[in-house]
């Protein structure tokens, strides 16, 4: 069973370093989310791609925030000049967009921690 | 735009207690509902859902009925194990925010034996 991988798991580093975070979906789902979840609170929808196609964009997400999907499969997700306040879990989830194909698969999510 | 208000946490309970974790929501057309459980040290998993109003939804003996009158979504269970203590959180999506889930802030439960 191949759901949806994050890599890496945990990620400490500097204030002002840039950090690149990877999700691989389900195989055959065409829609990819990224959320942002902060101790005690839930999930904050930060960006989706339908195929390689970013249609929608949170205003949590900055302009030091960048996501890709180059080839429809696999996602990036880079924060340049890491703050403080961008510590938190970034959590990825897939999804097929069929008739009622409405349920996110998540991943295990990675742990950022700026110091 | 789409908003989801959950019961406050911890709820802590004995086992076979009955539960109830309280959910409402504001959101404009029509949106799908869903409960996800977050078990210690483990992702997001869905636990049910439902789409449209009077749908039941139900897995593990969990149930939530959508009730569009009262923009609620309680989840319910009639007998607690220690195993279901975890972060549960109410979600919505397809009202106003289009695709995206619209999460509360979750409810932590903790069964005691």
């Known amino acids: 069973d191949t759901g949806v991988s994050q890599d890496p798991r945990h990620k400490i580093t500097k204030r002002g370093q840039n950090v690149t975070f990877r999700c691989d979906p389900i195989s055959e789902h065409n829609r990819l989310y990224w959320y942002r979840q902060t101790l005690g609170q839930g999930p904050e929808f930060l960006t989706y791609f339908q195929n390689e196609a970013q249609l929608e964009k949170s205003r949590l997400l900055s302009d030091r925030f960048s996501a890709e999907r180059p080839k429809g499969s696999f996602s990036t997700l880079e924060i340049q000049r890491t703050e403080q306040g961008d510590s938190a879990m970034y959590l990825c989830?897939?999804?097929?967009?069929?008739?009622?194909?409405?349920?996110?698969?998540f991943g295990p999510g990675t742990r950022l921690t700026v110091t | 735009g789409d908003s989801v208000t959950q019961m406050e946490g911890p709820v802590t309970l004995s086992e076979e207690a009955f539960l109830t974790i309280n959910c409402t929501y504001t959101a404009t057309g029509y949106p799908s509902l869903f409960w996800y459980v977050q078990y210690p040290g483990e992702g997001l998993q869905l636990l049910l859902k439902a789409t449209k109003a009077d749908d039941k939804g139900s897995n593990k003996g969990f149930e939530a009925t959508y009730r569009k009158e009262t923009t609620s979504f309680h989840l319910e269970k009639g007998s607690v194990q220690v195993s279901d203590s975890a972060v549960y959180f109410c979600?919505?999506?397809?009202?106003?925010?289009?695709?995206?889930?619209?999460f509360g802030t979750g409810t932590q439960l903790k069964v005691e034996l």
């Open positions: 989830a897939s999804s097929l967009m069929l008739a009622g194909g409405l349920e996110q698969y």
């Open positions: 979600a919505l999506s397809g009202g106003g925010g289009g695709n995206k889930l619209t």
